[in-house]
């Protein structure tokens, strides 16, 4: 394709055979498509192979003075209980009288996502500091659910989040709504 | 009057010099692409929208999947060797020069520290057979029996002998595994002040 125009043979005059000189010239064209087909090839293995890595700062367990704990309030707190067949369960406030919830949402933009907007916009409105995401994954949840809802923490940007470590009581709201299945 | 004549231009292009540049950069990617090593256990790791790339030096490499198994990997080979050096004084299993230099080979690995030898003495295909290694013992406490923890303690010990700097822990968890497997290694970190750690994810492709 480098060479369009060729020679159009039997032009020539006169009986004498030329033996034809060897060109000097071969057609790279080929060559150079493979070279940046393999390039490209390449380019693209080198930047997709790397994984993202997600940062997680978990509370300090804290295990010489236990009693040494900080109070939060309970206007400000929300829970996140993370059951099975990924769905979540919520509430606002202290477990046992509950402000608001228990709620069943899902993941994603459909699910907890608007709970979360409005709650991030509601609670400093109404008490005057930022709302408090505590995640308490159940042992029925997956990793994934766990990605999932710190990733969920990254999109609205949640001021404050942290996992927790999750109930009896709380397990056996879980129950109840049937989210604690295998 | 004479006839002009149009001479044809040449359609010909000299490929040299794009040939040149094209494998010159050829040359290049290939030996920037790190050669993927296989991995014993593989996983299907959740995705994400974060963008932040894992770093490639100093790190330690949980990796959860297969109904809890747990396998451990660090980066750097200098690293791996004293890592080896310091377990095998804790757990008093020696180790030959010889095995050690085999052992810094080994990208990840999930063996008990008294089955270790049997590994290191398998030929490198053989290593990454999946199912053949059953996960490094995991539990609560801060005995001998987790050795998860000891793992992870030597490697940090190894690396902040060697390089100076904090070792960076990354938990490679599969997305199907239950919430306990992962929480066991949190607890692991967490028991020995790491309360810092980042988790691997892939990259989602749209935000939702």
Not at chain 1, 62 to 71: A, K, M, Q, V
Not at chain 2, 39 to 57: F, I, N, R
Request: hydrophobic letters at 40%; charged letters at 25%; proline letters at 6%.
């Amino acid at each position: 394709m480098a060479e369009l125009n060729q020679d159009s043979g039997g032009g020539k005059k006169g009986g004498k055979i030329r033996s034809k000189k060897a060109g000097g010239r071969v057609d790279l064209t080929a060559m150079v498509d493979l070279a940046f087909l393999l390039i490209t090839f390449f380019m693209l293995t080198t930047s997709i192979n790397k994984p993202n890595a997600m940062d997680v700062a978990m509370p300090d367990k804290n295990e010489e003075n236990p009693e040494d704990r900080l109070e939060v309030a309970d206007t400000r707190t929300m829970t996140l209980l993370l059951g099975s067949n990924n769905q979540v369960e919520w509430y606002m406030g202290a477990f046992d009288s509950p402000i608001e919830g228990p709620e069943i949402v899902g993941y994603g933009k459909d699910g907890i996502r608007p709970v979360l907007l409005q709650k991030l916009k509601e609670i400093p409105q109404r008490t005057g500091g930022d709302l408090i995401v505590v995640i308490r994954p159940s042992d029925r949840s997956t990793h994934r659910n766990l990605v999932d809802i710190l990733d969920e923490m990254n999109i609205v940007e949640a001021p404050i989040y942290m996992i927790g470590t999750i109930s009896d009581p709380e397990i056996e709201v879980l129950e109840r709504d049937g989210l604690y299945n295998e | 009057m004479p006839k002009v004549k149009v001479k044809r231009a040449s359609t010909t292009i000299d490929m040299t010099a794009m040939c040149d540049v094209s494998f010159l950069l050829l040359t290049f990617f290939i030996l920037t692409a790190t050669a993927r090593a296989p991995e014993p256990l593989p996983v299907d790791t959740p995705a994400s929208v974060t963008q932040v790339k894992v770093p490639d030096t100093d790190l330690g490499l949980i990796t959860v999947g297969d109904d809890g198994k747990v396998f451990f990997g660090v980066k750097d080979r200098n690293v791996r060797a004293r890592m080896l050096e310091l377990m095998s004084e804790k757990y008093s299993v020696p180790f030959t020069d010889q095995e050690r230099a085999r052992f810094s080979l080994i990208e990840s690995f999930g063996v008990p520290v008294r089955t270790l030898k049997q590994l290191i003495a398998l030929d490198a295909n053989a290593q990454t057979q999946p199912g053949l290694q059953p996960g490094i013992p995991v539990d609560s406490t801060k005995a001998l029996s987790n050795e998860l923890f000891h793992w992870v303690y030597s490697a940090r010990v190894a690396t902040k002998e060697l390089h100076n700097v904090e070792m960076r822990v990354s938990i490679k968890g599969d997305a199907d595994e239950k919430y306990p497997a992962i929480k066991k290694v949190m607890d692991v970190l967490q028991s020995q002040q790491v309360n810092k750690f980042s988790l691997i994810t892939s990259l989602k492709s749209t935000v939702e």
